[in-house]
C-alpha cells in the first residue's frame, strides 16, 4: 500500500523559507504514471495546489506562487521536496504531499499524506 | 485560472437522504472534473474522476455527472460515515483548481 509521509518544521517565521519533505514508501516515486505534489490547505478553506514534480525533476508551479517555490525530487531516497521562501502569515496551512496522476497532463491526487500544519508567526 | 464555484456551500441532510452538491467551472472544462471527501483532520480521498468515473473501494451510492461548466456530485442514500466536505477539482488547465467545498452535516 503506498504511503507519503510529510516532514519538517511546523514553524517558520515571517520572510524565512519553509522547507517540507514527502517520503514515499510501499512504491517507487520513479513510477512513469505519475507525478508528485504539493498541495496546501488553509484553516477551514479548500485545498490549494501549490506545484508537482516528476522524477526525472521536471516540475509545474502554479503561477502565483511561482517566483517563491521550487520543488524537487531525490529518487534514490524515495522523496520529494518543497521550499517555499520569503514566507508570511498568508502561507500558513496545513500542507499536504500527494500522487498526482498523470494522464494526457497532471490529472486528480490519489494518494495523500496525513498532512503537516505549518505555522508563519515570529 | 480556472474558478471553482460549489454550491450549497453547507447543507443538513438526515441519514437516507439522497444528497446533491454542485460544481461550476468558470470554463468548459469537458470532463475534466474529479471529487473529493474531507473529514475532520483527514487528507481529502478520492471519490471521482473524470466527472463520473467511481475511485475503486468508492461506494456505487456515489455518483457524478456533467459536462462542459456544470456537474454533480449526488449521494443516494445518505450514510452516517458521509458526513464530510465534499472538493471538486478541474484538470482542464494548468494550474489545477479546487472548489471551496460543500460540507455536509447531520439534520
Known amino acids: 500500500q503506498l504511503q507519503l509521509q510529510e516532514s519538517g518544521p511546523g514553524l517558520v517565521k515571517p520572510s524565512e523559507t519553509l522547507s517540507l519533505t514527502c517520503t514515499v514508501s510501499?512504491?517507487?516515486?520513479?513510477?512513469?504514471?505519475?507525478?508528485w505534489g504539493w498541495i496546501r490547505q488553509p484553516p477551514g478553506r479548500g485545498p490549494e495546489w501549490i506545484g508537482s514534480v516528476y522524477y526525472v525533476g521536471t516540475t509545474y508551479y502554479k503561477p502565483s506562487l511561482q517566483s517563491r517555490v521550487t520543488i524537487s525530487v531525490d529518487t534514490s531516497r524515495n522523496q520529494f521536496y518543497l521550499k517555499l521562501s520569503s514566507v508570511t502569515a498568508a502561507d500558513t496551512a496545513l500542507y499536504y504531499c500527494?500522487?498526482?496522476?498523470?494522464?494526457?497532463?497532471?490529472?486528480?491526487?490519489?494518494?495523500w499524506g496525513q498532512g503537516t500544519l505549518v505555522t508563519v508567526s515570529s | 485560472d480556472i474558478q471553482m464555484t460549489q454550491s450549497p456551500s453547507s447543507l443538513s441532510a438526515s441519514v437516507g437522504d439522497r444528497v446533491t452538491i454542485t460544481c461550476q467551472a468558470s470554463q468548459d472544462i469537458t470532463k475534466y472534473l474529479n471529487w473529493y471527501q474531507q473529514k475532520p483532520g483527514k487528507a481529502p480521498r478520492l471519490l471521482i474522476y473524470d466527472a463520473s468515473r467511481l475511485e475503486t473501494g468508492v461506494p456505487p451510492r456515489f455518483s457524478g455527472s456533467g459536462s462542459g461548466t456544470d456537474f454533480t456530485l449526488v449521494i443516494n442514500t445518505l450514510q452516517p460515515e458521509d458526513m464530510a466536505t465534499y472538493y471538486c477539482?478541474?484538470?482542464?488547465?494548468?494550474?489545477?483548481?479546487f472548489g471551496g467545498g460543500t460540507k455536509v452535516e447531520t439534520k
Open positions: 510501499g512504491g517507487s516515486i520513479s513510477n512513469r504514471s505519475y507525478y
Open positions: 477539482q478541474q484538470y482542464e488547465n494548468l494550474p489545477l483548481t
Open positions: 500527494a500522487r498526482n496522476v498523470l494522464g494526457e497532463s497532471l490529472e486528480g491526487f490519489d494518494y
